[in-house]
DNA sequence: TATCCTTACGGAATTCGTAAGCATG
DNA sequence: CATGCTTACGAATTCCGTAAGGATA
C-alpha cells in the first residue's frame, strides 16, 4: 500500500469515476492510474470500484466504507508536510484563501494589506467564487480557508467561524425621491421598497435569500429588475436610473460613490453574518491563523485551534 | 514519503530512540532505519529528532509535534487494511483480547465458548497481563481489545465502555468462626475482617485499591499477610488455613470450591466495575464487535459504534 | 466509431542489505 | 572498546510511461 494508490482512487472519485482525468488531474499517465487503483484493491483483498465491463461505474459497498478512511488517510498526509513546512519555514509559503466577490472587494483589501505587511515571504492567492464553490475549493484543499456569509454552515466537513455581522442599505441616485424622504425623517419600509423596480444580487450571493424572506414575510412582491453577482455592478446600474439598490453596507463608500446615496436599512433585513471555513481535520499554518486574526481580531489563534480541536463546531459562539 | 518512513520514526520512539532495536522490531536492518528517519527529515524539511552526535536522544520540539500525525496517519493505514478484511473474509481472522487474570479466568471463558462456536474462522489469541499491559497492547495495536477493571481510564486514547459490575467477597475454610456468625446472622464488618489475617490481591490488581480505602476509611489497618495476582492462589491459601480471602465474587464457585465458604461482602467494599477498551480511532472488524456483545451484551454493535465514533467518551453511560 | 480501461514491455529509478567507517560513553 | 549511527556500493526489485489491445455506449 502506498500513498499513489491511495491517491489515485480518491481521484478516480472526484473526477466521476473516469480514470482518464483523474490522470490527468495528478499529472500521469491513465494506465498508471488503472494499474495504482488495480493493485489498491488486489492488496485489500476487495473491489473497491463497481465496473460494467472495462468501465467504472461507482464506488461498491466495501469501497463507499473504505474511502472515508482513504480521505482521512490522505489528509493526515497532507498535514503532515504542512506541519513540517510550518516549522522548517514558518515565515514563507502560500496562502489561498477562497471568497466571494463581496468578501474579496469589501471586507478583504485591509486584512490583506495588513497581512502582507506583516508577513512578506507569504505569496497570497484569492480564488473568487460563488459560496459553494468557495466550500468546495476549501473541501478538496485548493484553498486553506474560505470567506462566505452563505452555504458554509452546510457543509459538515468544514469548520466555520463567524467573522462580523453586517447589514443592508438602500442606495439610490443623489436626489431620488427615497433620500428625500429618509432626509425628512419618514422610515424606510418594505411596502415603499415593494413599489419600487429593485436592483440586487443574485439569489445565493450576499443576503439575497434573506433580502426575498423579508418581503415575503409582509406578504409583499418585490419586482427585482436586475441582479448581479456583485455590488459595483449594482451600483452602476443604480446610477444609471434603472432602479433602487439593494447591497451590503460594506459595499457603499460615501467617499467614492458620490453620485449615489445610501439610505439605512437595518431594520428592513436581517443581520447578516459573514463566516470564515476550514476544512475540518486539517492542520493550519501559523501565518494561516494569523491571516484569520487579521481578518477578524475576534478570532484568536487560541479560539481557532479550540474549534478545530472540536468534533461539532465548539458550540457556534456569539460575537 | 512513504509508510516505510513513518513506520521507521514511529518505532525510533516506540524503541527509545534506539534505531537497533527499531530495525529488529521492523525486521530490517538498521542502516534502512536510519535511512529512512533521514529521508523523511529531508522530506519534511526539519529534524525530527534531537542527536547527540550520531546518537538520537528524544524528539526535537516540531519532531513532538508531528509524531501524533505520524501516529493518526499509520492508524488510518492500519484501518485501511483492516476494514479491507472485513470485507474480504468477513468470517475469518484473528482476535486478539488482552485481559487479566480475574477476566481471563473468571469472566471470559463463557464468552470465549459461545464466539467460538459462532465464529470457528476466528483465531482467538488470549494475552494475560496487569492492567497497565493490558492498556498498553491495546495501545500498541498488539491486542484487538482490553479486558480489566483497573487502570483503562486513565488512557486518553484509550475508548472503554463498562461491562458488567461485581462485588467482593470474604472466602473461608468451611467452619471457620466467620462463617458459623454469617450463618447465625450476624453481618460482617470491616472491624471484624480487620482482626483477622487477610489473604487478598495484590495492588493493582481486581479492587485491592478500593478494599484498602474501605479500611483506610473506618481508619482500620487491615493486616494482610499474603497477596497475589490470583483468586486461585488466594483459595488455595485460604484452604491451608493461612487467612481469610477477600476476592472477586465471580472467583468463587459453590459447585467447586467445596471446601470453602463465601461470605456476601457487598456491604463493605465498593461495587467494581470491569470494563471493556479499544483504541480511540481503530476500525473494529465485525467479528470483534460480536465478541463484545457476545461478552455483554449491554455493548450491541451500535452502541459499540457511536461510542467509537464520540470524540471523548460518548458520556459514560449506566449500565 | 469514439471513448475508456486493460495488458504488455522495456528502460530507468528506487530500494535495500552487506560491509566498512566513525563517534560517543 | 563496545555500542550505535552513518556512509558506500552493488544487486535486485519496483516503478512508470509508451504502445497495442479489447470492450462498451
Same mark, same amino acid.
Given at each position: 500500500?502506498?500513498?499513489? *494508490? ?7 472519485v ?35 470500484? *463497481? ?28 498535514n ?7 516549522f &522548517? ?9 477562497? &471568497? ?10 485591509g ?11 507569504? &505569496?497570497?492567492?484569492?480564488? *473568487? ?29 468544514l ?10 442599505v ?18 424606510l ?21 434573506q ?83 487579521t ?25
Open positions: 500500500m502506498n500513498f499513489q *494508490q491511495l491517491r489515485a482512487a480518491r481521484e478516480a472526484r473526477q466521476g469515476f473516469n480514470l482518464t482525468l483523474a490522470a490527468e488531474a495528478l499529472h500521469t499517465s491513465q494506465p498508471g492510474v488503472s494499474r495504482q487503483i488495480k493493485e489498491l484493491e488486489d492488496e485489500l483483498g476487495i473491489e473497491l470500484f *463497481q465496473r460494467s465491463g472495462r468501465r467504472l461505474l461507482g464506488l461498491t459497498p466495501p469501497g463507499a466504507a473504505l474511502m472515508p478512511i482513504v480521505e482521512r488517510l490522505l489528509q493526515e498526509a497532507d503532515l508536510k504542512t506541519a513540517g513546512a510550518d &522548517a519555514e514558518a515565515d514563507q509559503g502560500t496562502l489561498t484563501v477562497a &471568497a466571494t466577490h463581496s468578501q474579496a472587494r469589501y471586507a478583504l483589501p486584512a490583506v494589506r495588513d497581512f502582507r505587511g506583516s508577513h512578506p515571504g507569504v &505569496a497570497l492567492h484569492l480564488q *473568487q467564487g460563488s459560496p459553494p464553490q468557495v466550500a468546495e475549493a476549501v473541501l478538496a484543499g485548493r484553498a486553506d480557508l474560505g470567506i462566505a456569509t452563505e452555504a458554509l454552515a452546510d457543509y459538515p466537513e469548520v466555520t467561524l463567524p467573522c462580523y455581522r453586517w447589514t443592508h438602500v442606495v439610490v441616485p443623489r436626489g431620488h425621491a427615497l433620500a428625500d424622504e429618509a432626509a425628512a425623517g419618514r422610515p419600509t418594505l411596502a415603499r421598497l415593494a413599489a419600487l423596480p429593485l436592483i440586487t444580487y443574485e439569489p445565493g450571493y450576499t443576503g439575497r435569500r433580502i426575498d424572506e423579508a418581503f415575503a414575510r409582509e406578504g409583499l412582491k418585490a419586482e427585482v429588475v436586475l441582479q448581479a453577482m456583485d455590488a459595483d455592478v449594482i451600483k452602476t446600474y443604480v446610477e444609471l436610473g434603472i432602479g433602487v439598490g439593494v447591497i451590503a453596507t460594506m459595499a457603499f463608500d460615501e467617499a467614492r460613490d458620490t453620485t449615489l446615496a445610501a439610505i439605512d436599512a437595518r431594520h428592513l433585513f436581517p443581520t447578516q453574518t459573514t463566516r470564515v471555513a476550514v476544512k475540518r481535520g486539517a492542520f493550519l499554518r501559523g501565518y494561516v491563523l494569523d491571516f484569520i486574526e481578518f477578524a481580531p475576534t478570532l484568536t489563534r487560541e479560539l481557532v485551534g479550540r474549534a478545530l480541536a472540536a468534533p461539532d463546531d465548539g458550540g457556534d459562539f456569539e460575537i
